[in-house]
């Protein structure tokens, strides 16, 4: 079972913030340290300093990393033009040495595009952007080197474009893709997805989105153990009930209802609760949303006394 530190540095968070957290989920042995992609805090967070783009946070995090995984949950495709975003993935993936993953959706989140100038099309024309995107980013990463990529859709045209600069990964870094739609999401899943990803959903309603993705990969002729499957899941892990409560309570929530929908407890529950998840749902990878950035003592507690209890 992979475990994943995943951040929400909206809600309030430097890069050196987040050069912490990452650093400390290298050194506790975690797989990998993902970040949001908003432009904009929300619920009751102050959002102090800002936020930090997600990409160019990438950048430097690539810089001065050597191990983990770094990606998006996920970047969207109303933010930025395809080209320029392939391009921008594809050097990271160079500036880390091929450690990029790239978690990709439609976009949802309306205030921020109000607050920044963004368009947030009608969701049909979202989701039919969002399929065109994934179409040419894929592509543009994969036309062997020395080639040009042409396309040409409703939304988007390229014409002979030199498809550079490549990724470090070949034929391109890992796609994720996910999110609860039941028609246009598993569909596309099936034809771009290395992994879907459920966040924050109950594991009935993460199992029936599997089995949706599963059933539209078999209909296309592939093969659905090619989609890794996994969750993301709100953390709160402490050593005792007091240490529990204390952790909820920093991030707004209450210990009781985290435990029911999220990933806390102390080291035992939380193993007994990944183990459901797997039974119930096949999940092999899990991203544990931390929420409280000043919190280095949790990534050590996890990595010590619940991964080491994963098959």
Do not use: C
């Amino acid at each position: 079972m992979d475990l994943r530190i995943f951040t929400e540095p909206q809600q309030g968070a430097s890069y050196d913030d987040q050069l912490r957290v990452a650093k400390a989920t290298e050194a506790a042995g975690y797989d990998a340290f993902f970040r949001s992609d908003h432009y904009l805090k929300m619920g009751s967070a102050d959002g102090l300093p800002g936020p930090t783009d997600a990409w160019i946070s990438l950048a430097g995090l690539a810089r001065e990393t050597s191990r983990i995984r770094l990606g998006t949950l996920v970047t969207a495709a109303t933010f930025r033009h395809p080209g320029p975003l392939a391009i921008s993935v594809a050097q990271v993936d160079q500036m880390s040495g091929g450690r990029v993953e790239f978690g990709f959706g439609a976009g949802w989140y309306d205030a921020e595009h109000q607050a920044y100038g963004l368009t947030l099309p009608p969701l049909k024309e979202r989701f039919d952007r969002y399929a065109e995107q994934l179409e040419i980013i894929t592509g543009l990463w994969k036309t062997p080197a020395g080639e040009t990529y042409s396309f040409k859709g409703e939304h988007y045209t390229l014409t002979d474009s030199p498809a550079l600069p490549k990724p470090a990964q070949s034929p391109a870094p890992p796609v994720i893709i996910g999110g609860s739609g039941k028609k246009r999401t598993p569909a596309l899943a099936a034809r771009f997805a290395d992994e879907f990803n459920l966040p924050f959903a109950d594991q009935e309603t993460a199992a029936a989105q599997f089995a949706r993705v599963e059933a539209a990969a078999q209909e296309i002729g592939r093969d659905p153990k090619e989609i890794l499957r996994s969750v993301a899941l709100v953390v709160g892990v402490g050593r005792d009930d007091a240490e529990v409560e204390r952790r909820a309570s920093a991030i707004g929530r209450d210990a009781e209802g985290l435990r029911k929908s999220g990933l806390a407890g102390t080291p035992a529950e939380v193993v007994d609760r990944i183990g459901q998840w797997r039974e119930k749902t096949g999940i092999t990878r899990v991203y544990l949303q931390l929420l409280d950035l000043s919190d280095l003592d949790q990534i050590d507690l996890i990595a010590s006394e619940v991964a080491p209890q994963l098959d």
